[in-house]
């Protein structure tokens, strides 16, 4: 990704430069900024790395997009799951408040975990078992919410489909079907919670003793469901674990179970969810190509929803 892509999502009004000399006044306590670089993953917010005198941490500046309200609910949603045990990341506060407010551009400073994603990582089930019950421990949170609209997610792929600009007629007409079950599903009895939203490999990581969930941008109050049927989309699926998929499902369903309950109606619409999540995917990218976005991050993602969502369409059966 082209680093000006990323200043493009955000309204500093200064040179970076000078921007990375308030947040050293702002953040006393991260010591001297050494070393900054942009972490180049994502469609939203810009974040950065950095490396202070004091130790790493993470800049996250929120996209001009986001309203007040929205950042700050994404600060409490962090804040209250730690409180709980979820294993996630620390804000650090500043001189005043948890946030930086610069010029209307909204940042945080985040302690960085030493770990790698599951990018290339195929979970174990016991990861699997370990990464459920910190979502379904977070799911437990409820308290209203502003969320930001999500175009990429299985919730909004009967609107993004409607609306779609998409040319190739194909990839419309694949996703028609389980567009129209969608559309005749009622979910308004169905459980909610606060829910991360896109729990995907890269929004995990791991070392030898713990794990830790990132990247709370799509977080927001909703059905629980969305949850479940995200994670195991882009956090236990794959083509590495297809074949283990009904096993898997048992055993996500099974440990989410042990703290939020979930009813027959819900777990059965959990199968659909998950192609949702590939079609929604898969949807989006095909514009994004369309539009002249050929970068390698759309091209995966592209090539990878199509090939889950075509798998997946076979097991679900809509």
């Not at 493009?8 to 306590?29: A, H, S, T």
């Not at 929120?62 to 709980?84: C, G, H, L, M, V």
């Not at 994670?231 to 083509?239: G, K, N, T, Y």
Request: a negative charge; aromatic letters at 12%; one cysteine or more.
């Amino acid at each position: 990704m082209n680093p000006n892509k990323l200043f493009e999502r955000i309204n500093l009004g200064v040179p970076f430069e000078r921007y990375m000399e308030d947040i050293e006044k702002e953040y006393p306590n991260i010591g001297t900024i050494q070393k900054y670089s942009p972490i180049q993953e994502g469609y939203e917010d810009a974040n950065f790395f950095l490396s202070t005198s004091n130790g790493k941490y993470v800049l996250k500046i929120f996209s001009k997009d986001r309203t007040e309200k929205n950042i700050k609910d994404y600060i409490k949603i962090i804040q209250e799951a730690r409180k709980i045990g979820v294993q996630t990341l620390e804000i650090i506060p500043n001189n005043k408040n948890s946030f930086y407010l610069f010029n209307g551009s909204y940042s945080i400073i985040t302690s960085f975990f030493e770990g790698k994603s599951f990018k290339f990582i195929k979970p174990s089930l016991d990861e699997i078992a370990l990464v459920t019950e910190n979502i379904s421990r977070l799911n437990t949170l409820n308290f209203d919410v502003e969320e930001s609209y999500d175009s990429w997610g299985s919730k909004n792929l009967v609107t993004e489909h409607d609306k779609s600009k998409v040319q190739n007629e194909l990839v419309r007409r694949e996703i028609l079907p389980l567009v129209e079950f969608l559309k005749q599903q009622d979910y308004s009895q169905f459980s909610k919670g606060i829910i991360h939203g896109d729990m995907q490999r890269q929004h995990v990581l791991k070392n030898e003793k713990n794990i830790c969930i990132i990247d709370y941008g799509c977080a927001r109050r909703d059905f629980k469901i969305y949850e479940v049927s995200v994670f195991l989309a882009w956090f236990c699926l794959a083509q590495d674990s297809w074949d283990e998929r009904e096993k898997i499902l048992k055993e996500v369903i099974e440990k989410y179970t042990e703290v939020n309950n979930l009813t027959t109606g819900e777990i059965d619409n959990i199968k659909p969810l998950i192609a949702a999540s590939y079609a929604a995917y898969y949807l989006k990218t095909t514009e994004l190509i369309e539009n002249g976005d050929h970068s390698q991050e759309t091209t995966d993602w592209n090539n990878s929803s199509r090939q889950m969502f075509e798998k997946c369409m076979d097991w679900v059966r809509v």
